[in-house]
């Protein structure tokens, strides 16, 4: 089970931190990503971490976006910098089985959190 947090409204240029508690005890084997889905848009890719901390964003977001995991606590973070209006969307935190990859693909995540609101304002 992953219980997603963070997310709320911000002004264009600020920063949020998402969080995403699982409760899976073997949280370690998992590659995390997390995705989101803007109104009337399909689901997207944002970034993936896998078990041993590699990690892979899509271009919208490099250099802005910084995933992380912290495998003591069960958690992957998503910290949100200098965000912008087309950040708007729910973001969603999911899990990956097959644990050393990192995969852009949203049917490749087996396991999905409830989603978080986050709302960019220009």
């Known amino acids: 089970q992953l219980q997603a947090s963070g997310g709320g409204l911000v002004q264009a240029g600020g920063s949020l931190r998402l969080s995403c508690a699982a409760s899976?005890?073997?949280?370690?084997?998992?590659?995390m990503g997390w995705l989101r889905q803007a109104p009337g848009k399909e689901r997207e890719f944002v970034a993936a971490?896998?078990?041993?901390?590699?990690?892979y964003y899509a271009d919208s977001v490099k250099g802005r976006f910084t995933i992380s995991r912290d495998n003591a606590k069960n958690t992957v973070y998503l910290q949100m910098n200098s965000l912008k209006p087309e950040d708007t969307a729910v973001y969603y935190c999911?899990?990956?089985?097959?644990?050393?990859?990192?995969?852009?693909?949203?049917?490749?995540?087996?396991?999905w959190g409830q989603g978080t609101l986050v709302t960019v304002s220009s």
């Open positions: 999911a899990a990956d089985g097959l644990g050393k990859l990192l995969r852009v693909g949203v049917r490749s995540y087996d396991y």
């Open positions: 971490i896998n078990w041993n901390g590699s990690s």
């Open positions: 899976e005890r073997t949280f370690t084997r998992y590659a």
